[in-house]
Nanobody, 130 residues
Framework: QVHLVESGGGLVQAGGSRRLSCAAS????????MAWFRQGPGKERRDREF???????????YYADSVKGRFTISRDNAENTLYLQMSGLKPEDTARYYC????????????????????WGQGTQVTVSS
Protein backbone atom coordinates (compact mmCIF):
# COMPACT_ATOMS: atom_id res chain seq x y z
CA GLN A 1 0.00 0.00 0.00
CA VAL A 2 1.06 3.52 -0.79
CA HIS A 3 -0.34 6.49 1.09
CA LEU A 4 -0.14 9.90 -0.55
CA VAL A 5 -0.97 13.26 1.00
CA GLU A 6 -0.88 16.46 -1.04
CA SER A 7 -0.53 19.95 0.37
CA GLY A 8 0.23 23.47 -0.77
CA GLY A 9 -2.90 24.38 -2.65
CA GLY A 10 -4.74 27.67 -2.25
CA LEU A 11 -5.85 30.83 -3.96
CA VAL A 12 -3.30 32.63 -6.12
CA GLN A 13 -3.46 35.49 -8.56
CA ALA A 14 -2.81 35.00 -12.23
CA GLY A 15 0.90 35.19 -12.92
CA GLY A 16 1.74 34.01 -9.44
CA SER A 17 3.52 30.92 -8.19
CA ARG A 18 2.72 28.03 -5.92
CA ARG A 19 4.52 24.88 -4.80
CA LEU A 20 2.63 21.68 -4.18
CA SER A 21 3.99 18.83 -2.10
CA CYS A 22 3.05 15.19 -1.90
CA ALA A 23 4.23 13.14 1.07
CA ALA A 24 4.44 9.41 0.42
CA SER A 25 4.55 6.49 2.80
CA UNK A 26 4.07 2.76 2.76
CA UNK A 27 6.63 1.83 0.13
CA UNK A 28 10.21 2.78 -0.59
CA UNK A 29 9.72 6.12 -2.33
CA UNK A 30 12.56 5.59 -4.79
CA UNK A 31 10.77 2.50 -6.11
CA UNK A 32 7.75 4.55 -7.25
CA UNK A 33 7.14 6.29 -10.53
CA MET A 34 5.29 9.49 -9.65
CA ALA A 35 3.09 12.02 -11.39
CA TRP A 36 0.79 14.97 -10.96
CA PHE A 37 -2.67 15.07 -12.52
CA ARG A 38 -5.41 17.66 -12.20
CA GLN A 39 -9.17 17.58 -12.30
CA GLY A 40 -10.90 20.73 -13.41
CA PRO A 41 -14.27 22.02 -12.19
CA GLY A 42 -17.13 19.77 -13.22
CA LYS A 43 -14.82 17.09 -14.56
CA GLU A 44 -15.07 13.42 -13.72
CA ARG A 45 -12.28 11.40 -12.12
CA ARG A 46 -11.68 9.58 -15.41
CA ASP A 47 -11.06 12.96 -17.06
CA ARG A 48 -8.13 13.87 -14.87
CA GLU A 49 -5.54 15.64 -16.96
CA PHE A 50 -1.90 14.67 -16.93
CA UNK A 51 0.34 17.50 -15.73
CA UNK A 52 3.82 16.10 -15.13
CA UNK A 53 5.66 12.90 -14.24
CA UNK A 54 9.07 11.95 -12.96
CA UNK A 55 11.12 8.79 -13.02
CA UNK A 56 12.18 6.94 -9.91
CA UNK A 57 15.63 8.43 -9.94
CA UNK A 58 14.34 11.90 -10.66
CA UNK A 59 16.55 12.16 -13.73
CA UNK A 60 13.75 12.04 -16.30
CA UNK A 61 10.71 14.29 -16.33
CA TYR A 62 7.67 14.56 -18.55
CA TYR A 63 5.27 17.47 -18.98
CA ALA A 64 1.97 18.22 -20.61
CA ASP A 65 2.32 20.83 -23.33
CA SER A 66 -0.02 23.12 -21.43
CA VAL A 67 2.40 23.47 -18.50
CA LYS A 68 5.78 23.03 -20.16
CA GLY A 69 8.08 25.89 -19.26
CA ARG A 70 5.88 27.00 -16.36
CA PHE A 71 5.75 23.98 -14.05
CA THR A 72 8.61 21.91 -12.66
CA ILE A 73 8.25 18.48 -11.11
CA SER A 74 10.88 17.21 -8.71
CA ARG A 75 11.30 14.68 -5.94
CA ASP A 76 13.34 14.20 -2.82
CA ASN A 77 13.80 10.48 -2.31
CA ALA A 78 15.43 11.03 1.06
CA GLU A 79 12.38 12.93 2.28
CA ASN A 80 9.79 10.75 0.49
CA THR A 81 8.29 13.84 -1.10
CA LEU A 82 7.17 14.83 -4.56
CA TYR A 83 6.93 18.48 -5.58
CA LEU A 84 5.29 20.55 -8.27
CA GLN A 85 6.59 24.10 -8.61
CA MET A 86 4.07 26.14 -10.55
CA SER A 87 4.78 29.58 -11.93
CA GLY A 88 3.08 31.85 -14.43
CA LEU A 89 -0.24 30.51 -13.23
CA LYS A 90 -3.30 31.09 -15.38
CA PRO A 91 -7.01 30.90 -14.54
CA GLU A 92 -7.22 27.76 -16.67
CA ASP A 93 -4.81 26.07 -14.24
CA THR A 94 -7.60 26.12 -11.65
CA ALA A 95 -8.19 22.52 -10.62
CA ARG A 96 -7.77 19.99 -7.90
CA TYR A 97 -4.25 18.60 -8.16
CA TYR A 98 -3.55 14.97 -7.39
CA CYS A 99 -0.31 13.11 -6.99
CA UNK A 100 -0.22 9.56 -8.22
CA UNK A 101 2.14 6.64 -7.78
CA UNK A 102 2.92 3.52 -9.73
CA UNK A 103 4.69 0.57 -8.18
CA UNK A 104 5.20 -0.96 -11.61
CA UNK A 105 8.07 0.36 -13.68
CA UNK A 106 6.58 2.45 -16.46
CA UNK A 107 7.56 2.58 -20.07
CA UNK A 108 8.44 6.01 -21.43
CA UNK A 109 5.09 6.39 -23.20
CA UNK A 110 3.09 5.37 -20.13
CA UNK A 111 3.95 8.16 -17.75
CA UNK A 112 1.03 10.33 -18.83
CA UNK A 113 -1.51 7.52 -18.74
CA UNK A 114 -4.07 7.89 -15.94
CA UNK A 115 -4.73 4.15 -15.85
CA UNK A 116 -1.24 3.01 -14.92
CA UNK A 117 -1.20 4.73 -11.54
CA UNK A 118 -2.60 2.56 -8.80
CA UNK A 119 -2.33 4.98 -5.91
CA TRP A 120 -3.75 8.47 -5.56
CA GLY A 121 -3.85 11.15 -2.92
CA GLN A 122 -6.94 13.10 -1.92
CA GLY A 123 -5.89 16.14 -3.91
CA THR A 124 -5.25 19.78 -3.13
CA GLN A 125 -7.25 22.64 -4.66
CA VAL A 126 -5.52 25.37 -6.63
CA THR A 127 -7.60 28.35 -7.66
CA VAL A 128 -6.13 31.01 -9.90
CA SER A 129 -7.93 34.34 -9.97
CA SER A 130 -7.75 36.66 -12.96
Amino acid sequence: QVHLVESGGGLVQAGGSRRLSCAASGRTFSSLDMAWFRQGPGKERRDREFVAAISRSGLTTYYADSVKGRFTISRDNAENTLYLQMSGLKPEDTARYYCAASTAALLENEHGDFGVYGYWGQGTQVTVSS
